[in-house]
């Protein structure tokens, strides 16, 4: 990808409820500061003015999150039944998200699960940052579930890295770069989680690439184009395949629509109970900071 600019903005897919767009690195979803005129939300309006909702906060329903630093797939709601129908399926953990990276270092293991429950930082000079449990300062731990698959082996600049695959079970703000430091892999470029010491490479390598939401009437499931190959960063030289990306996704694939089968079933038997379940591999609490949002979602976009 390029940096961001006004005019050249990706759009993943699109339809008359919704937009998946391809969001670049270092650029803000919105923001009210004067200085801060390239957004997420400025470039939807450039290229889809008709689009724009005066009846929102910053014209655009952005179904869920991503970071500053993080490019990637990012889906917007164009009306309100739309995105009430988004939030159901973030409600009901039926989302499905996979992100790719490049990390610090040669990851033995080809798979892990990591469940540091994580806090919110309270340290002087660190409170804009997460913390794992039983750090200094960690105020309010959650639990918290990620699962990190390795693709490649080979280096950064001559430094070794890892390229990964990353889902984040739970909702914690900043889990994957946090479970990534902490399992002593830190992303590459992530500034905040390096205290300031990994400052070289251009941008954190961080990728939304898949994600599926299974709205109402409507299946969304795109993939980001994958940024982190040697045609895109000559820095990074891939050296040893652990497992094809192509197959990894599949697999993940396949394991939601069996889920989903098993879910039918289980509605079938049971006479088509009303209450469904949440769909859930870390637990079914929910996290905090999903039911502000969902509480945000809902007084904004309330159905009519």
């Not at 988004?86 to 490049?102: G, H, P």
């Amino acid at each position: 990808m390029e940096p961001g600019t006004i005019d050249n903005l990706s759009i993943l897919y699109q339809s008359s409820d919704f937009i998946v767009v391809n969001k670049h690195w270092d650029i803000r979803i919105d923001s009210k500061m004067w200085y801060e005129t390239l957004t997420l939300q400025s470039q939807l309006r450039h290229r889809f003015p008709e689009l724009a909702d005066p009846d929102t906060y910053y014209g655009f329903r952005f179904c869920h999150q991503l970071d500053f630093s993080t490019s990637g797939a990012l889906c917007v709601a164009l009306n309100k039944a739309a995105a009430g129908s988004a939030y159901k399926c973030f409600k009901e953990r039926l989302v499905t998200k996979a992100y790719l990276a490049l990390v610090r270092g040669h990851v033995n293991q080809s798979r892990m699960t990591i469940r540091y429950a994580i806090g919110k930082n309270t340290t002087e000079g660190r409170t804009h940052m997460m913390c794992i449990d039983g750090t200094e300062g960690c105020e309010n731990p959650k639990p918290c579930q990620s699962e990190l698959i390795v693709l490649e082996h080979g280096s950064y600049s001559g430094d070794p890295v890892t390229k990964v695959l990353l889902q984040p079970l739970t909702g914690r703000t900043h889990q994957l770069r946090v479970h990534c430091s902490a399992v002593g892999h830190p992303i590459v470029g992530d500034f905040t989680y390096s205290l300031g010491q990994d400052s070289s490479p251009y941008r954190m390598m961080l990728h939304a690439y898949y994600l599926r939401i299974p709205a109402r009437g409507e299946l969304i499931e795109v993939c980001a184009p994958d940024p982190f190959v040697p045609a895109m960063d000559g820095n990074w030289e891939p050296q040893r395949v652990t497992r094809r990306l192509e197959d990894t996704i599949q697999e993940l694939k396949d394991k939601v629509t069996q889920e989903e089968q098993e879910q039918q079933g289980q509605e079938a038997v049971g006479g088509g109970a009303e209450e469904e379940q949440p769909r859930s591999e870390a637990g079914s609490a929910e996290p905090e900071e999903q039911r502000a949002r969902c509480q945000q979602w809902l007084a904004e976009w309330a159905l009519e």
